[in-house]
Protein backbone atom coordinates (compact mmCIF):
# COMPACT_ATOMS: atom_id res chain seq x y z
CA UNK A 1 0.00 0.00 0.00
CA UNK A 2 2.31 2.58 1.07
CA UNK A 3 5.02 0.97 -1.56
CA UNK A 4 2.42 1.92 -4.58
CA UNK A 5 1.66 5.28 -3.12
CA UNK A 6 5.10 6.07 -2.83
CA UNK A 7 6.02 5.13 -6.43
CA UNK A 8 2.84 7.04 -7.52
CA UNK A 9 3.55 10.44 -5.77
CA UNK A 10 7.07 10.33 -7.07
CA UNK A 11 5.37 9.62 -10.81
CA UNK A 12 3.23 12.58 -10.79
CA UNK A 13 5.62 15.09 -8.90
CA UNK A 14 8.23 14.22 -11.52
CA UNK A 15 6.02 14.93 -14.21
CA UNK A 16 4.84 18.11 -12.48
CA UNK A 17 8.59 19.04 -11.76
CA UNK A 18 9.87 17.84 -15.75
CA UNK A 19 6.87 19.98 -16.73
CA UNK A 20 7.96 22.96 -15.12
CA UNK A 21 11.63 22.50 -15.92
CA UNK A 22 10.84 21.87 -19.79
CA UNK A 23 9.12 25.04 -20.17
CA UNK A 24 12.05 26.96 -19.32
CA UNK A 25 14.44 28.72 -21.99
CA UNK A 26 16.78 25.44 -23.62
CA UNK A 27 20.51 25.58 -22.41
CA UNK A 28 23.40 24.26 -19.81
CA UNK A 29 21.06 25.14 -16.66
CA UNK A 30 17.82 24.06 -17.94
CA UNK A 31 19.29 20.62 -19.00
CA UNK A 32 21.54 20.39 -15.48
CA UNK A 33 18.16 21.05 -13.95
CA UNK A 34 16.47 18.34 -15.59
CA UNK A 35 19.66 15.84 -14.69
CA UNK A 36 19.22 16.74 -11.03
CA UNK A 37 15.35 16.65 -10.91
CA UNK A 38 15.43 12.96 -11.77
CA UNK A 39 15.09 9.87 -9.94
CA UNK A 40 15.27 9.81 -6.33
CA UNK A 41 13.05 8.31 -4.02
CA UNK A 42 10.42 11.14 -3.25
CA UNK A 43 9.94 10.59 0.03
CA UNK A 44 9.27 14.27 0.30
CA UNK A 45 7.07 14.41 -2.34
CA UNK A 46 4.86 11.64 -0.69
CA UNK A 47 4.70 13.40 2.37
CA UNK A 48 3.34 16.41 0.88
CA UNK A 49 0.32 14.50 -1.38
CA UNK A 50 -0.58 12.41 1.67
CA UNK A 51 -0.53 14.89 4.45
CA UNK A 52 -2.66 16.88 1.84
CA UNK A 53 -5.23 13.93 1.55
CA UNK A 54 -5.47 13.28 5.09
CA UNK A 55 -6.78 16.75 5.35
CA UNK A 56 -8.86 16.60 2.64
CA UNK A 57 -6.88 18.97 0.30
CA UNK A 58 -7.55 18.41 -3.56
CA UNK A 59 -4.91 16.32 -5.11
CA UNK A 60 -4.46 18.82 -8.39
CA UNK A 61 -3.97 21.42 -5.19
CA UNK A 62 -1.30 19.80 -3.60
CA UNK A 63 1.08 18.17 -6.38
CA UNK A 64 2.65 21.88 -7.07
CA UNK A 65 3.42 22.00 -3.32
CA UNK A 66 4.58 18.17 -3.72
CA UNK A 67 7.18 19.07 -6.94
CA UNK A 68 8.23 21.83 -5.22
CA UNK A 69 9.57 20.22 -2.49
CA UNK A 70 11.62 17.96 -4.62
CA UNK A 71 12.71 21.12 -6.71
CA UNK A 72 14.29 22.21 -3.90
CA UNK A 73 15.51 19.20 -2.02
CA UNK A 74 17.48 18.79 -5.53
CA UNK A 75 18.95 22.31 -5.41
CA UNK A 76 20.22 21.16 -1.68
CA UNK A 77 21.88 18.05 -3.36
CA UNK A 78 23.39 19.69 -6.23
CA UNK A 79 25.12 21.85 -3.88
CA UNK A 80 25.57 19.78 -1.52
CA UNK A 81 27.74 17.41 -3.79
CA UNK A 82 29.83 20.68 -5.21
CA UNK A 83 33.64 20.40 -4.67
CA UNK A 84 33.30 23.19 -2.41
CA UNK A 85 30.86 21.14 0.13
CA UNK A 86 31.32 17.36 0.05
CA UNK A 87 32.76 16.91 -3.21
CA UNK A 88 31.06 14.55 -4.88
CA UNK A 89 30.63 12.99 -8.14
CA UNK A 90 27.71 10.65 -8.02
CA UNK A 91 23.86 11.05 -7.25
CA UNK A 92 20.95 9.12 -7.81
CA UNK A 93 23.42 6.49 -9.73
CA UNK A 94 24.81 9.42 -12.27
CA UNK A 95 27.98 11.99 -12.44
CA UNK A 96 27.01 15.02 -9.97
CA UNK A 97 25.51 18.52 -12.14
CA UNK A 98 29.05 19.77 -11.95
CA UNK A 99 31.50 17.17 -12.89
CA UNK A 100 29.03 16.01 -16.03
CA UNK A 101 29.18 19.99 -16.87
CA UNK A 102 31.31 22.21 -14.53
CA UNK A 103 30.91 23.87 -11.36
CA UNK A 104 29.60 27.48 -12.12
CA UNK A 105 26.75 25.29 -13.79
CA UNK A 106 25.84 23.63 -10.89
CA UNK A 107 25.57 26.45 -8.71
CA UNK A 108 23.43 28.36 -11.43
CA UNK A 109 21.18 24.59 -11.54
CA UNK A 110 20.94 24.76 -7.68
CA UNK A 111 19.97 28.28 -7.38
CA UNK A 112 17.45 27.80 -10.55
CA UNK A 113 15.97 24.92 -9.26
CA UNK A 114 15.26 27.02 -5.63
CA UNK A 115 13.61 29.93 -7.45
CA UNK A 116 11.48 27.04 -9.58
CA UNK A 117 10.23 25.45 -6.15
CA UNK A 118 8.95 28.86 -5.16
CA UNK A 119 7.45 29.19 -8.27
CA UNK A 120 5.92 25.81 -8.07
CA UNK A 121 4.68 26.53 -4.22
CA UNK A 122 3.04 29.81 -5.73
CA UNK A 123 0.58 27.63 -7.41
CA UNK A 124 -0.12 24.80 -4.51
CA UNK A 125 -2.94 25.10 -2.19
CA UNK A 126 -6.68 26.84 -2.57
CA UNK A 127 -6.40 30.23 -4.69
CA UNK A 128 -9.54 31.11 -2.78
CA UNK A 129 -7.50 31.14 0.91
CA UNK A 130 -4.50 32.98 -0.04
CA UNK A 131 -3.36 33.39 3.74
CA UNK A 132 -3.00 29.91 3.81
CA UNK A 133 -1.05 30.09 0.41
CA UNK A 134 1.38 33.15 1.69
CA UNK A 135 1.90 30.76 4.74
CA UNK A 136 2.86 27.54 3.44
CA UNK A 137 5.25 29.51 0.73
CA UNK A 138 7.00 31.62 3.78
CA UNK A 139 7.40 28.26 5.92
CA UNK A 140 8.95 27.19 2.75
CA UNK A 141 11.68 29.73 2.85
CA UNK A 142 11.84 29.32 6.55
CA UNK A 143 12.71 25.94 6.26
CA UNK A 144 15.04 26.11 3.43
CA UNK A 145 16.61 29.12 4.66
CA UNK A 146 19.74 30.14 7.39
CA UNK A 147 17.47 28.99 10.12
CA UNK A 148 17.13 26.14 8.61
CA UNK A 149 18.59 23.87 5.93
CA UNK A 150 21.58 25.98 4.96
CA UNK A 151 22.32 26.25 8.81
CA UNK A 152 22.44 22.86 9.04
CA UNK A 153 24.60 22.84 6.05
CA UNK A 154 26.87 25.27 7.85
CA UNK A 155 26.44 23.24 11.33
CA UNK A 156 27.86 20.59 9.12
CA UNK A 157 30.72 21.93 7.35
CA UNK A 158 31.91 23.66 10.32
CA UNK A 159 31.99 20.06 12.74
CA UNK A 160 34.41 18.70 9.71
CA UNK A 161 36.81 21.23 11.12
CA UNK A 162 35.99 21.37 15.14
CA UNK A 163 38.41 20.83 17.27
CA UNK A 164 36.04 18.36 19.32
CA UNK A 165 33.89 16.21 17.76
CA UNK A 166 29.96 17.11 18.09
CA UNK A 167 27.80 15.75 21.10
CA UNK A 168 24.37 14.08 20.63
CA UNK A 169 22.98 16.79 21.47
CA UNK A 170 24.68 19.17 18.49
CA UNK A 171 24.62 16.46 16.34
CA UNK A 172 20.65 15.75 16.83
CA UNK A 173 20.32 20.02 16.18
CA UNK A 174 22.50 20.41 13.10
CA UNK A 175 19.89 17.32 11.59
CA UNK A 176 16.72 18.52 12.84
CA UNK A 177 17.90 21.49 10.61
CA UNK A 178 20.19 20.15 8.05
CA UNK A 179 17.24 17.37 6.79
CA UNK A 180 14.47 17.64 9.37
CA UNK A 181 13.29 21.27 8.11
CA UNK A 182 12.49 20.27 4.30
CA UNK A 183 10.46 16.84 6.06
CA UNK A 184 8.91 18.93 8.26
CA UNK A 185 7.10 21.51 5.62
CA UNK A 186 6.59 18.52 3.52
CA UNK A 187 4.57 16.64 6.57
CA UNK A 188 3.13 19.89 7.45
CA UNK A 189 1.68 21.03 4.15
CA UNK A 190 -1.43 19.21 4.15
CA UNK A 191 -2.80 20.93 7.51
CA UNK A 192 -1.45 23.93 6.24
CA UNK A 193 -3.10 24.27 3.13
CA UNK A 194 -6.01 23.18 4.64
CA UNK A 195 -6.18 25.88 7.58
CA UNK A 196 -5.99 22.53 9.96
CA UNK A 197 -3.89 21.93 13.33
CA UNK A 198 -0.42 21.51 11.82
CA UNK A 199 1.03 20.01 15.53
CA UNK A 200 0.36 16.28 15.17
CA UNK A 201 1.93 16.12 11.40
CA UNK A 202 4.68 18.08 12.84
CA UNK A 203 5.52 15.65 15.60
CA UNK A 204 4.98 13.21 13.21
CA UNK A 205 7.77 14.59 11.25
CA UNK A 206 9.97 15.81 13.64
CA UNK A 207 10.48 11.93 14.58
CA UNK A 208 10.73 10.91 10.86
CA UNK A 209 13.17 13.59 9.58
CA UNK A 210 15.51 12.33 13.06
CA UNK A 211 15.07 8.28 11.98
CA UNK A 212 15.56 8.86 8.48
CA UNK A 213 18.79 10.64 8.48
CA UNK A 214 19.91 7.88 11.39
CA UNK A 215 19.12 5.83 8.40
CA UNK A 216 21.33 7.84 5.73
CA UNK A 217 24.27 7.69 8.88
CA UNK A 218 23.86 3.77 9.26
CA UNK A 219 23.96 3.00 5.18
CA UNK A 220 26.82 5.43 4.83
CA UNK A 221 28.42 2.60 6.74
CA UNK A 222 26.56 -0.71 5.88
CA UNK A 223 25.10 0.31 2.56
CA UNK A 224 25.25 -0.83 -1.42
CA UNK A 225 26.86 2.27 -3.15
CA UNK A 226 25.81 0.62 -6.12
CA UNK A 227 22.03 0.35 -5.14
CA UNK A 228 22.39 4.04 -3.09
CA UNK A 229 23.61 5.64 -6.78
CA UNK A 230 26.06 7.85 -4.37
CA UNK A 231 29.70 7.31 -2.83
CA UNK A 232 29.38 5.99 0.92
CA UNK A 233 31.95 5.57 3.89
CA UNK A 234 32.20 9.65 3.48
CA UNK A 235 31.27 10.57 6.85
CA UNK A 236 33.74 8.44 9.01
CA UNK A 237 36.44 9.91 6.24
CA UNK A 238 35.90 13.02 6.91
CA UNK A 239 35.91 12.39 10.24
CA UNK A 240 32.50 13.37 10.91
CA UNK A 241 30.95 12.78 13.81
CA UNK A 242 27.40 10.83 13.27
CA UNK A 243 24.60 8.83 14.91
CA UNK A 244 26.87 5.82 14.19
CA UNK A 245 30.16 7.36 15.80
CA UNK A 246 28.10 8.51 18.86
CA UNK A 247 25.57 5.20 19.25
CA UNK A 248 27.62 2.57 17.67
CA UNK A 249 25.28 0.54 14.82
CA UNK A 250 23.09 -1.18 16.92
CA UNK A 251 22.42 1.88 19.00
CA UNK A 252 21.95 3.80 16.22
CA UNK A 253 19.67 0.67 15.01
CA UNK A 254 17.96 1.03 18.40
CA UNK A 255 17.57 5.10 18.36
CA UNK A 256 15.87 5.30 14.79
CA UNK A 257 13.49 2.30 16.14
CA UNK A 258 12.54 4.39 19.13
CA UNK A 259 11.95 7.22 16.66
CA UNK A 260 9.60 5.46 14.33
CA UNK A 261 7.68 4.61 17.33
CA UNK A 262 7.25 7.88 18.37
CA UNK A 263 6.30 8.93 15.14
CA UNK A 264 3.72 6.36 14.68
CA UNK A 265 1.97 7.68 18.37
CA UNK A 266 1.94 11.00 16.75
CA UNK A 267 -0.69 9.66 14.21
CA UNK A 268 -3.02 8.78 16.67
CA UNK A 269 -5.44 11.29 15.72
CA UNK A 270 -5.78 10.14 11.97
CA UNK A 271 -7.11 6.44 13.40
CA UNK A 272 -7.18 4.24 10.62
CA UNK A 273 -6.50 6.68 8.24
CA UNK A 274 -2.77 6.75 9.10
CA UNK A 275 -1.59 3.60 8.29
CA UNK A 276 0.27 4.25 5.25
CA UNK A 277 1.98 7.01 7.08
CA UNK A 278 2.98 4.32 9.80
CA UNK A 279 4.07 2.12 6.83
CA UNK A 280 6.31 5.13 6.00
CA UNK A 281 7.96 5.42 8.95
CA UNK A 282 9.05 1.85 9.39
CA UNK A 283 9.70 2.02 5.21
CA UNK A 284 12.55 5.24 6.25
CA UNK A 285 14.55 2.82 8.62
CA UNK A 286 14.50 -0.14 6.62
CA UNK A 287 15.29 0.81 2.97
CA UNK A 288 18.65 0.04 1.37
CA UNK A 289 18.33 3.28 -0.95
C1 LIG B 1 19.56 12.31 0.70
O1 LIG B 1 18.17 12.42 0.67
C2 LIG B 1 20.16 13.43 1.47
C3 LIG B 1 19.69 13.55 2.85
C4 LIG B 1 18.98 14.58 3.23
C5 LIG B 1 20.08 12.56 3.84
P1 LIG B 1 17.30 11.24 0.05
O2 LIG B 1 17.79 9.93 0.58
O3 LIG B 1 15.86 11.55 0.24
O4 LIG B 1 17.67 11.33 -1.50
P2 LIG B 1 16.84 10.94 -2.79
O5 LIG B 1 15.93 12.08 -3.08
O6 LIG B 1 16.07 9.66 -2.51
O7 LIG B 1 17.87 10.78 -3.87
C1 LIG C 1 22.77 16.27 2.67
O1 LIG C 1 23.30 15.51 3.69
C2 LIG C 1 21.69 17.11 3.22
C3 LIG C 1 21.24 18.15 2.30
C4 LIG C 1 21.49 18.17 1.03
C5 LIG C 1 20.46 19.21 2.87
P1 LIG C 1 24.46 14.46 3.31
O2 LIG C 1 25.64 15.16 2.77
O3 LIG C 1 24.63 13.52 4.45
O4 LIG C 1 23.70 13.69 2.13
P2 LIG C 1 24.36 12.60 1.19
O5 LIG C 1 24.83 11.52 2.11
O6 LIG C 1 25.42 13.30 0.41
O7 LIG C 1 23.18 12.17 0.34
MG1 LIG D 1 26.61 16.96 3.19
MG1 LIG E 1 26.67 14.79 0.92
MG1 LIG F 1 24.90 11.33 4.28
Redesign the pocket.
Known sequence: MFQTALAEAAKQAEACLIGAIDALPPGNVRDGMRWAATGGKRLRAFLVLESARLHGVQPDQALPAAAAIEAMHAY??VH??LPCM?D?DLRRGRPTVHVRWDEATGVLVGDALQSLSFDLVSQAGDADHPARRVRLISELAVAAGAGG?VL??AQ?IAAETAPAPLNLTEITTLQSN??GALIRWSAMAGPVMAGADPNPMQSYATALGLAFQIA?DIL?VTGDSAKMG?KLG?DSGAGKATFVSLLGLDGARKRADDLIDEAEAALAPYGDEGERLRQAARFVVSRET
Do not use: N, P, R, Y
Request: no cysteine; charged share 60%.
Open positions: SLDDDDMGQDKTDDKK
